[in-house]
């Protein structure tokens, strides 16, 4: 969930096009994914309790969009171009409570459908809504932001292009570790000796 959640930022980071080179730090990149991660252990944290209460939801809700816009701020941070970004806080508050907003919708729904016997139809509802508040959120964020060309040429040490080949690599591995969810218990599960029958 939680390179899924990245995955999406730095494939909507490449629809984003400047007139100048954009290149972007490694170190602070592997942090925004580190904030994705943290973001999706809270939620599923929250979600799997036995017992949960409506203070469990909205405090998982708090610290998880803390943790959605973390990791957008940090990979935002991660950029190296010569230019000089501004910000315009309403859209920046705004995008906070997007993410806010949505994840409180997500668990909340979540929680309530979590049973066996609630209808797949709801619980896919809830993922649908939980996968919104990640681009929601993304695009408010970007609409934040603008920029200015500058002659200074920014330090570039550990910065890399991230190109559309990069980028299908970085959603090739995410689908793999996707799927490795669902095929790694099948692989540990433990094997069920038939009943013997007695004589």
């Known amino acids: 969930m939680g390179t899924g959640i990245w995955s999406m930022h730095?494939?909507?980071?490449?629809?984003?096009?400047l007139s100048i080179p954009v290149y972007y730090h490694i170190p602070t990149v592997i942090l925004s994914l580190v904030a994705?991660?943290?973001?999706?252990?809270?939620?599923?944290?929250?979600?799997?309790?036995?017992?949960?209460s409506f203070v469990h939801v909205g405090a998982g809700s708090l610290l998880m969009a803390a943790g959605i816009s973390g990791m957008h701020y940090t990979g935002m941070a991660s950029m190296r171009l010569s230019a000089m970004h501004h910000w315009d806080m309403t859209f920046v508050v705004?995008?906070?409570v997007v993410a806010l907003v949505v994840a409180l919708a997500a668990l909340g729904l979540t929680f309530l459908?979590?049973?066996e016997g609630h209808d797949k139809v709801l619980k896919g509802i809830c993922a649908i809504i939980m996968g919104f508040a990640i681009p929601a959120m993304h695009y408010t964020a970007m609409a934040a932001v603008?920029?200015?060309?500058?002659?200074?040429?920014?330090?570039?040490?550990n910065a890399?292009?991230?190109?559309?080949?990069?980028?299908v690599?970085?959603?090739?591995v995410t689908f793999v570790i996707l799927g490795s969810v669902f095929l790694i218990p099948r692989w540990f599960a433990p094997v069920q000796k038939p009943a013997s029958s007695e004589a």
């Open 10 to 17: 730095y494939t909507g980071m490449l629809a984003y096009h």
């Open 36 to 52: 994705a991660i943290v973001a999706s252990l809270i939620a599923l944290f929250v979600v799997s309790r036995p017992r949960i």
């Open 94 to 96: 705004l995008s906070v």
């Open 113 to 115: 459908f979590r049973e």
């Open 146 to 157: 603008s920029y200015t060309a500058m002659p200074d040429t920014p330090d570039m040490t």
């Open 160 to 167: 890399v292009d991230i190109s559309v080949f990069a980028n």
């Open 169 to 172: 690599a970085i959603i090739v």
